[in-house]
């Protein structure tokens, strides 16, 4: 995940001209724009069963890996290892909805605005 520091941290707004809200909300879109981008470039994984599964997700919920150690495999159970990747897909996808929700809320500044991410 990303580090203190990191660019692709959503900044706080600029501070803009009040008589002109066009340019504010200007500025406000392309930093939304802005995270959601980083968003589709990040990736992290999530793992499942002590590293027996892992699945590699982005910002943007889509998986790009998964991973299956081969002691898994030879073991034979079909349904643990359904579970284990049902498991780690669906923690993915949460953390993953966490990771963009913080970002958005870190532009949108507590406004209230509804979830436009789904």
């Known amino acids: 995940m990303s580090k203190r520091g990191d660019p692709r941290r959503a900044q706080p707004m600029p501070r803009t001209n009040p008589a002109n809200p066009q340019g504010a909300l200007q500025v406000f879109q392309q930093r ?3 995270v959601q981008s ?3 470039n990040e990736t992290f994984d ?4 002590g590293g ?10 889509q998986i ?3 991973k299956i ?6 073991a034979g159970d079909v349904e643990m290892l359904q579970d284990l990747v049902l498991a780690a897909v669906n923690e993915a996808i ?13 532009v949108t500044g507590g406004l209230g605005l509804p979830n436009i991410l789904g």
């Open 32 to 34: 939304m724009a802005d």
């Open 38 to 40: 980083a968003l589709e």
């Open 46 to 49: 999530v793992t499942a069963g």
């Open 52 to 61: 027996a599964v892992t699945v590699t997700i982005t910002g943007h919920q």
């Open 64 to 66: 790009k890996a998964i």
């Open 69 to 74: 150690l081969p002691d898994v495999m030879s």
């Open 94 to 106: 949460e953390k993953s909805q966490q990771l963009a929700s913080k970002r958005m809320g870190e």
